[in-house]
């Protein structure tokens, strides 16, 4: 990728970055960043912005199937909020270097940074909302504690509309779920759905934190919270609503020691292509998921072709 160098535009040192962010004050632009700041803020950026981009042909496959024109228009207005999530967090990379038309347009498929679940097709509108339901839970979690925690004040800005965006994404999801579970019929879609998504999106939250890798996230206030408070986060909001509509999660409140326990061998082998947990086979390293990460997964490369077609077959391509 076409980029200046962190180490050309960022002017400060460690020790600078410190005491600035120690005073409480925000980071407003390069010129209160490090090299390794701004390496850092790049990696989460593209992260949450391929993570928006990704979504929108995924959810606009699903969308096909509504029951009726205004269901629809509700999807779209749900894609067109996520395009607009994604152009908010490239834009600020291009304010921090990045050649915006090449990360966008012109890398290679399998190198967008989005989370495993939206390589994995949605075929149905009961799919598209369980994805609100659940993905959309996700994304708010996330986008939430960088807005709550953020020290990188453009962003933290930005995510003042994003966040409650997020939230009407995912009460199209619970309203829905709500509505389809009160049939059988709905409810054992749902059910279907739930059984496979619900885990792909306890990876979403990335490594345990015995296994982190980048510390800087939290170090430099990225974020706020660490990967397993996140997913904390997320299975509190999700079980109990699964809970309230009748539908089973591998997940369970433990009470007595008021965290979350997930009750199924995890992190676990996934068949793609019939979109089922081999959870009889018992738990995986994470280096198999992360390879499995890597590897992409069957719908990355139309995705990405859908989202690039325009730009490569038009005058806007260098």
Known sequence: MSHVAPEQ???WTEE????????GRLVEGLQHMSPKYLEGMRRI??????????SAPSYLRAAQHAPALNNFGSAMSIIQDELAHAHIGYRLLGD?????????????????KYPYAFDVPLNSWVELVCANALYDQAGFVLLSDVYQSSTFGPWKRALAKVDKEETFHLRHGRTWLRKLCKDPDGKAEVQAAIDWMFILTLEWFGLPDSLKQHSEQLDYGF???SNDELRQWWMAEVVPFMDEIGIQVPAHHAIERDVYEIDCPFPAAFDEEKREWLLDE????????????RARG????????????GYQTTSLRK
Not at 16 to 23: E, G, I, K, R
Not at 299 to 309: C, F, G, K, P, S
């Open 282 to 293: 018992g738990p995986i390293t994470w280096d198999e998921v992360i390879a499995r990460w």
């Open 96 to 112: 921090l270097g990045v050649d915006m038309d090449e990360l966008v347009y012109e890398r290679p498929a399998g190198s967008f």
């Open 9 to 11: 535009l960022a002017p």
């Open 45 to 54: 950026l593209t992260v949450s912005a391929d993570t928006e981009f990704v």
């Open 298 to 309: 069957p719908m990355n490369a139309e995705y990405v072709r859908t989202l690039q077609r």
């Open 223 to 225: 974020k706020g919270k």
């Open 16 to 23: 600078q970055v410190q005491q600035h962010l120690a005073a």
